[in-house]
Protein backbone atom coordinates (compact mmCIF):
# COMPACT_ATOMS: atom_id res chain seq x y z
CA UNK A 1 0.00 0.00 0.00
CA UNK A 2 1.27 3.52 -0.57
CA UNK A 3 -0.19 6.56 -0.51
CA UNK A 4 0.42 8.65 -4.03
CA UNK A 5 -0.53 12.62 -4.74
CA UNK A 6 -3.25 12.98 -7.43
CA UNK A 7 -1.86 13.68 -10.90
CA UNK A 8 -3.67 13.68 -13.88
CA UNK A 9 -2.50 10.06 -15.17
CA UNK A 10 -5.12 8.91 -12.20
CA UNK A 11 -7.95 10.27 -13.98
CA UNK A 12 -9.73 7.06 -15.03
CA UNK A 13 -9.24 5.57 -11.77
CA UNK A 14 -10.37 8.08 -10.05
CA UNK A 15 -13.39 8.57 -11.55
CA UNK A 16 -14.19 4.57 -11.45
CA UNK A 17 -13.60 4.93 -8.04
CA UNK A 18 -16.10 7.74 -7.55
CA UNK A 19 -18.82 5.81 -10.14
CA UNK A 20 -17.95 2.47 -7.94
CA UNK A 21 -19.34 4.37 -4.89
CA UNK A 22 -22.07 6.02 -6.90
CA UNK A 23 -23.22 2.62 -7.97
CA UNK A 24 -23.61 1.55 -4.26
CA UNK A 25 -25.93 4.58 -3.49
CA UNK A 26 -22.96 6.38 -1.90
CA UNK A 27 -23.13 10.03 -3.50
CA UNK A 28 -20.90 11.19 -0.33
CA UNK A 29 -17.32 9.98 -0.08
CA UNK A 30 -15.22 10.72 2.89
CA UNK A 31 -11.36 11.85 2.09
CA UNK A 32 -11.99 12.96 -1.31
CA UNK A 33 -11.54 16.46 -1.24
CA UNK A 34 -14.78 17.21 -3.10
CA UNK A 35 -14.37 14.72 -6.10
CA UNK A 36 -18.41 12.78 -5.49
CA UNK A 37 -19.10 16.53 -6.58
CA UNK A 38 -16.68 17.76 -8.91
CA UNK A 39 -17.39 18.53 -12.45
CA UNK A 40 -14.52 17.64 -14.21
CA UNK A 41 -11.39 15.77 -12.87
CA UNK A 42 -8.70 18.36 -14.05
CA UNK A 43 -10.95 21.14 -12.14
CA UNK A 44 -10.89 19.43 -8.93
CA UNK A 45 -7.17 18.44 -9.48
CA UNK A 46 -6.47 21.93 -9.74
CA UNK A 47 -8.22 22.87 -6.61
CA UNK A 48 -6.72 19.61 -4.43
CA UNK A 49 -3.33 21.32 -5.50
CA UNK A 50 -4.24 24.55 -4.58
CA UNK A 51 -5.71 23.43 -0.81
CA UNK A 52 -1.91 22.34 -0.18
CA UNK A 53 -0.73 25.92 -0.19
CA UNK A 54 -3.53 27.96 1.34
CA UNK A 55 -2.53 30.39 4.02
CA UNK A 56 -4.07 30.29 7.37
CA UNK A 57 -7.59 28.68 7.69
CA UNK A 58 -10.93 30.45 6.57
CA UNK A 59 -14.67 29.95 6.90
CA UNK A 60 -15.22 28.65 3.91
CA UNK A 61 -11.03 26.31 3.39
CA UNK A 62 -8.03 25.21 5.10
CA UNK A 63 -4.95 24.01 4.23
CA UNK A 64 -5.39 20.32 3.36
CA UNK A 65 -3.50 17.34 1.39
CA UNK A 66 -4.95 14.85 -0.20
CA UNK A 67 -3.88 11.48 -1.24
CA UNK A 68 -4.88 8.37 -3.22
CA UNK A 69 -4.33 4.79 -1.80
CA UNK A 70 -3.26 2.81 -4.01
CA UNK A 71 -3.01 -1.14 -3.58
CA UNK A 72 -1.22 -3.74 -6.35
CA UNK A 73 -1.73 -0.59 -8.53
CA UNK A 74 -4.99 -0.20 -7.92
CA UNK A 75 -6.86 3.03 -6.18
CA UNK A 76 -8.67 1.40 -3.07
CA UNK A 77 -9.29 4.64 -1.02
CA UNK A 78 -8.66 8.52 -0.53
CA UNK A 79 -7.09 10.43 2.74
CA UNK A 80 -7.02 14.04 3.09
CA UNK A 81 -4.96 15.68 5.85
CA UNK A 82 -6.03 19.04 7.08
CA UNK A 83 -2.97 20.56 8.55
CA UNK A 84 -4.39 23.53 9.94
CA UNK A 85 -7.90 23.48 11.32
CA UNK A 86 -10.96 26.19 11.95
CA UNK A 87 -13.16 26.30 14.07
CA UNK A 88 -15.14 23.80 12.74
CA UNK A 89 -13.37 21.33 11.92
CA UNK A 90 -11.06 21.20 15.70
CA UNK A 91 -15.21 20.95 16.71
CA UNK A 92 -16.37 18.41 14.30
CA UNK A 93 -14.70 16.35 11.99
CA UNK A 94 -10.74 17.39 12.62
CA UNK A 95 -7.42 16.66 10.61
CA UNK A 96 -7.87 13.21 8.76
CA UNK A 97 -10.79 12.45 6.36
CA UNK A 98 -10.45 8.83 4.56
CA UNK A 99 -12.61 6.43 2.44
CA UNK A 100 -12.43 3.38 0.88
CA UNK A 101 -14.10 1.86 -2.37
CA UNK A 102 -16.94 -0.26 -1.15
CA UNK A 103 -15.32 -3.50 -3.30
CA UNK A 104 -12.05 -3.25 -1.13
CA UNK A 105 -13.69 -2.60 2.77
CA UNK A 106 -12.99 -4.97 5.29
CA UNK A 107 -9.21 -5.92 3.77
CA UNK A 108 -7.19 -3.29 6.39
CA UNK A 109 -6.64 -0.59 3.74
CA UNK A 110 -8.57 2.44 5.92
CA UNK A 111 -5.30 1.40 9.00
CA UNK A 112 -2.55 1.34 6.60
CA UNK A 113 -3.74 4.72 4.82
CA UNK A 114 -4.17 6.10 8.21
CA UNK A 115 -1.38 5.06 9.49
CA UNK A 116 0.75 6.05 6.74
CA UNK A 117 -0.90 9.70 6.78
CA UNK A 118 0.09 9.70 10.42
CA UNK A 119 3.74 9.42 9.84
CA UNK A 120 3.13 12.77 6.81
CA UNK A 121 1.27 14.75 9.81
CA UNK A 122 4.61 15.80 12.10
CA UNK A 123 5.81 16.79 8.53
CA UNK A 124 2.57 19.07 8.28
CA UNK A 125 3.05 20.62 11.86
CA UNK A 126 0.62 18.56 13.82
CA UNK A 127 1.35 15.96 16.58
CA UNK A 128 -2.30 16.34 17.99
CA UNK A 129 -4.65 14.59 14.84
CA UNK A 130 -8.50 14.55 15.76
CA UNK A 131 -10.21 11.87 13.26
CA UNK A 132 -14.01 11.00 14.01
CA UNK A 133 -16.60 8.65 12.71
CA UNK A 134 -19.93 8.32 12.96
CA UNK A 135 -20.48 5.83 16.08
CA UNK A 136 -22.63 2.90 14.31
CA UNK A 137 -19.46 3.04 11.81
CA UNK A 138 -17.66 0.42 14.20
CA UNK A 139 -14.90 -0.55 11.39
CA UNK A 140 -13.92 3.32 11.28
CA UNK A 141 -13.55 3.50 14.88
CA UNK A 142 -11.43 0.12 15.19
CA UNK A 143 -9.55 1.61 12.30
CA UNK A 144 -8.84 4.63 14.51
CA UNK A 145 -8.31 3.01 17.54
CA UNK A 146 -6.03 0.30 15.97
CA UNK A 147 -3.86 3.54 15.23
CA UNK A 148 -3.68 5.13 18.65
CA UNK A 149 -7.07 7.12 18.69
CA UNK A 150 -8.60 7.64 22.35
CA UNK A 151 -11.94 8.88 22.26
CA UNK A 152 -12.33 12.37 22.55
CA UNK A 153 -16.00 13.97 21.99
CA UNK A 154 -19.16 13.39 20.36
CA UNK A 155 -21.37 15.46 18.74
CA UNK A 156 -25.11 15.42 16.85
CA UNK A 157 -24.79 16.37 13.25
CA UNK A 158 -28.10 17.77 12.07
CA UNK A 159 -29.48 14.62 10.68
CA UNK A 160 -29.37 13.23 14.39
CA UNK A 161 -26.21 10.72 13.28
CA UNK A 162 -24.16 10.88 16.34
CA UNK A 163 -20.45 11.15 15.75
CA UNK A 164 -17.33 10.46 17.78
CA UNK A 165 -14.29 12.13 17.42
CA UNK A 166 -10.98 10.51 18.67
CA UNK A 167 -7.30 12.17 19.77
CA UNK A 168 -4.28 10.49 17.94
CA UNK A 169 -0.77 11.92 20.07
CA UNK A 170 2.38 11.06 17.78
Known amino acids: MEL ?3 DICHKQAAL ?9 GEMMIHGDGGLDSAETYEGWLEGVKAAKHRGE ?10 YFGFADGKLVGTIQVRYK ?18 SERRKGYASKM ?3 ALQKCPGLGVYQVLVCCDVQNIASAKTIIKNGG ?4 EFTE ?3 TVVRQYRITL
Not at 57 to 66: K, Q
Not at 150 to 153: G, N, S, V
Open 4 to 6: VLP
Open 16 to 24: DYRQEHFDH
Open 57 to 66: PTEEFVPAVL
Open 85 to 102: LNKRLTDTYGHIGYGVRP
Open 114 to 116: LAL
Open 150 to 153: EPFL
Open 158 to 160: EDG
